[in-house]
């Protein structure tokens, strides 16, 4: 059984559509992020949701909109993509914030626009 | 603000060399530590933990040990394998505030030659 699920693995689409990254954990987890991975391997966080309310928001453009339906999912949804939204994101997934167990992590998304 | 400094990349070691990865921080409060590596094409793994100082995580052979005079937290391993070429990844969590942020390094990229 996969703990941290991501959907789809690779999304290669032209600039200016919209997409969306779906992600379910089965881990019981009370706590979901999505984070950023660019092409120098630095990761940077952009959102998080307790119990599906929204607790972190990062300087992320407003074209990215995060959406928690329940706890064990968080979409993420990408508007008029832009040739810098090329990258890896990476749905995420921690009891009690993270802070002492840590994180379990999905597989990513390699999202390419051309 | 909370900060993770990793010694550059990439290190290329024989199989069975030692093997040190700086990791440095900046925090206030007392930060959890974690060391995760990211195989190719996957996602992170957390490799090891620790939760307060002078605490040493270890995992797979490697270890790491909190120190709070240093502020640092390098990971070791006395005798690599081919099997641990990877990106590793340390990171600081400030379990005190922003909802169990996790806070990375750049990553150092690893690459053992048998």
């Known amino acids: 059984d996969t703990a941290v699920s991501q959907t789809p693995k690779y999304l290669v689409t032209q600039m200016g559509n919209d997409k969306s990254i779906k992600c379910e954990q089965n881990?019981?987890?009370?706590?979901m992020y999505w984070y950023k991975q660019d092409s120098k391997k630095f990761l940077k966080i952009m959102f998080s949701?307790?119990?599906?309310?929204?607790?972190i928001n990062e300087t992320v453009p407003n074209r990215f909109s995060p959406k928690s339906p329940d706890k064990a999912h968080l979409n993420l949804h990408i508007n008029s993509l832009e040739l810098g939204d090329s990258a890896v994101y990476f749905c995420?997934?921690?009891?009690?914030?993270?802070?002492?167990?840590?994180?379990?992590f999905g597989s990513g998304t390699r999202l390419t626009v051309v | 603000g909370n900060s993770v400094t990793q010694m550059e990349g990439p290190v290329t070691l024989s199989e069975e060399a030692f093997l040190t990865i700086n990791c440095t921080y900046t925090?206030?409060?007392?930060?959890?530590l974690f060391w995760y590596v990211q195989y190719p094409g996957e996602g992170l793994q957390l490799l090891l933990k620790?939760?307060?100082?002078?605490d040493k995580g270890s995992n797979k052979g490697f270890e790491a040990t909190y120190r709070k005079e240093t502020t640092s937290f390098h990971l070791e391993k006395g005798s690599v394998q081919v099997s641990d070429s990877a990106v590793y990844f340390c990171?600081?969590?400030?379990?005190?505030?922003?909802?169990?942020?996790?806070?990375f390094g750049q990553g150092t990229e690893l690459s053992v030659k048998p």
């Open positions: 995420a997934s921690s009891q009690e914030g993270g802070g002492v167990y840590g994180y379990t």
């Open positions: 881990l019981g987890h009370d706590t």
């Open positions: 949701y307790n119990n599906k309310e929204l607790i």
């Open positions: 925090a206030t409060g007392y930060p959890s």
């Open positions: 620790a939760t307060k100082a002078d």
């Open positions: 990171a600081l969590s400030d379990r005190n505030n922003q909802g169990g942020k996790l806070i």
